[in-house]
T-cell receptor, first 117, second 113 residues
Framework: DAGVIQSPRHEVTEMGQEVTLRCKPI?????LFWYRQTMMRGLELLIY????????DSGMPEDRFSAKMPNASFSTLKIQPSEPRDSAVYFC???????????????FGPGTRLTVL | QQPVQSPQAVILREGEDAVINCSSS?????VHWYRQKHGEAPVFLMI?????EQKGHDKISASFNEKKQQSSLYLTASQLSYSGTYFC??????????????FGKGTHLIIQP
């Protein structure tokens, strides 16, 4: 079975450019999560969706960050404009959760390593 | 509200045992343990849902003390493949199983031959 798929795997861009990260969750999973990992701050939750609906975006650093999930098999995380401090590894994860108790944990994609110059 | 992991780093000889602790200042719904190797994504190890629950596979096991709001990961007879950074991810009450996880800063485990 295919796991969580993320693209691109590596992205190098210049400050001020728009960056779009993409994620395809595991088929059948109904929850999708975006995390960011840096040496200083570790793994941080940015936003998550249940059944394509954003539930909590309190982890999104600022208005430059936005995320969408137009359907059950695709999500994007956009940074516009990008800044050097956005450099990090961005992970997408998915899970199957049925509301009252989890039937599964979160499975992580390979990540996108973003470098903003 | 980030869980606190201890120790921050451990260096072991192959075959030795290790315990990694994860403590939270808030009530927990579940604790998820992951291992991450350098340059790779975190890989799921196990999830603990109930206070007092214990789980394990192979020589890695974990316990969850809901009352104390803490979990411990036990690695026995460690193997070279156990090297990596171990993270606990916690989910607070009311999440319903679909909340994002709050991760600790990680415990770096180095196994030497």
């Amino acid at each position: 079975d295919a796991g969580v798929i993320q693209s691109p795997r590596h992205e190098v861009t210049e400050m001020g450019q728009e960056v779009t990260l993409r994620c395809k969750p595991i088929s059948g999973h109904n929850s999708l999560f975006w995390y960011r990992q840096t040496m200083m701050r570790g793994l941080e939750l940015l936003i998550y969706f249940n059944n394509n609906v954003p539930i909590d975006d309190s982890g999104m650093p600022e208005d430059r960050f936005s995320a969408k999930m137009p359907n059950a098999s695709f999500s994007t995380l956009k940074i516009q404009p990008s800044e050097p401090r956005d450099s990090a590894v961005y992970f997408c994860a998915s899970s199957l959760a049925l509301g009252t108790s989890p039937t599964d944990t979160q499975y992580f994609g390979p990540g996108t390593r973003l470098t903003v110059l | 509200q980030q869980p606190v992991q201890s120790p921050q780093a451990v260096i072991l000889r192959e075959g030795e045992d290790a315990v990694i602790n994860c403590s939270s200042s808030k009530a927990l719904y579940s604790v998820h343990w992951y291992r991450q190797k350098h340059g790779e994504a975190p890989v799921f190890l196990m999830i603990l849902l109930k206070g007092g629950e214990q789980k394990g596979h192979d020589k890695i096991s974990a316990s969850f003390n809901e009352k104390k709001q803490q979990s411990s990961l036990y690695l026995t007879a460690s193997q070279l493949s156990y090297s990596g950074t171990y993270f606990c991810g916690t989910e607070g009450r009311g999440g319903g199983g679909a909340d994002g996880l709050t991760f600790g800063k990680g415990t770096h485990l180095i196994i030497q031959p």
